[in-house]
């Protein structure tokens, strides 16, 4: 059972500061590209962020949330099963941990290959307790063909959406990228709403574009982006590197 957060405390302040910062954001960049808000789903990043963080973000009316590694994730989702959250997965991931990842995740972000596909549909629509509903998944775009930090080339999207749609068990929602390492983010996510164009021209349903993080969400908000990934700008600086994590996993 999960602790009420004490929403007087001087975290949840900084939170709900931080939210209110970005939700302001999300507003006046909306405006600016003549789009409804509503059309804009935030996703809080919460990675290496404690449970109880989660606790409040919740109380604050925070649904979506994401996560990038599932050892992490998965005791914070059993810890955190009687709140009304939806988790994203939006990290790598080997096709050995799909099983574990189907069980508390709503979308994986990151589907970057045909073998992590077939992981995901097989574990997906196997005795995992996820009951009728499918999972959904993005292909992960590589913008620059560079997919050493993940991301499929734009040139392999195609076939890999056909794939995914064939699936039991998997829905094709979309499309994931994030931002070239200096890379003009304009430019990076103009690319990545015309491949979100051609995918919907094969797979109509399939309109999620999730881009934007703390430092470029104005230039996703301004390229179509549906959902946005923001982690420090909401919770505060990230804690250092080894918080929190196993290092056996790293
Ligand atoms: C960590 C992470 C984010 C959030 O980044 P911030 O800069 O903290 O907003 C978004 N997307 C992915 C894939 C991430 O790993």
Request: proline content about 3%; aromatic content about 4%; some cysteine.
């Given at each position: 059972m999960f602790q009420a957060p004490d929403l007087d405390g001087a975290?949840?302040?900084?939170?709900?500061?931080?939210?209110?910062?970005?939700?302001?954001?999300?507003?006046?960049?909306?405006?600016?590209?003549?789009?409804?808000?509503?059309?804009?789903?935030?996703?809080?990043?919460?990675?290496?962020?404690?449970?109880?963080?989660?606790?409040?973000l919740s109380s604050l009316g925070v649904r979506d949330v994401g996560e990038n590694r599932d050892q992490e994730a998965g005791p914070k989702a059993d810890q955190l099963?009687?709140?009304?959250?939806?988790?994203?997965?939006?990290?790598?991931?080997?096709?050995?941990?799909?099983?574990?990842?189907?069980?508390?995740?709503?979308?994986?972000?990151?589907?970057?290959?045909?073998?992590?596909?077939?992981?995901l549909g097989k574990a997906a629509s196997g005795t995992s307790g996820r009951g009728p509903a499918a999972l959904d998944c993005l292909i992960q775009v590589s913008l620059d063909g560079d997919t050493s930090r993940g991301g499929a080339p734009i040139g392999e999207v195609w076939n890999l959406?056909?794939?995914?749609?064939?699936?039991?068990?998997?829905?094709?929602?979309?499309?994931?990228?994030?931002?070239?390492?200096?890379?003009?983010?304009?430019?990076?996510?103009?690319?990545?709403?015309?491949?979100s164009a051609r995918l919907q021209a094969l797979h109509p349903g399939a309109d999620v574009i999730s881009a934007g993080m703390s430092g470029d969400l104005e230039s996703a908000i301004g390229q179509g982006a549906t959902h946005l990934r923001v982690g420090g700008a909401v919770l505060g600086q990230r804690p250092p590197l080894g918080y929190g994590r196993n290092a056996e996993t790293e």
């Open positions: 975290r949840a302040q900084e939170i709900a500061r931080g939210l209110a910062q970005v939700q302001s954001r999300i507003t006046t960049a909306c405006a600016a590209a003549g789009r409804a808000p509503e059309e804009v789903t935030l996703i809080v990043v919460t990675k290496t962020y404690p449970a109880s963080d989660l606790g409040v099963s009687d709140l009304d959250l939806r988790w994203h997965f939006i990290g790598q991931l080997q096709t050995n941990k799909a099983k574990s990842v189907v069980r508390y995740a709503s979308v994986v972000h990151s589907v970057d290959r045909t073998s992590l596909a077939v992981a959406g056909d794939l995914i749609a064939a699936q039991d068990g998997l829905r094709l929602a979309g499309v994931m990228a994030v931002a070239p390492l200096g890379a003009d983010p304009n430019g990076a996510f103009a690319t990545l709403h015309e491949v």
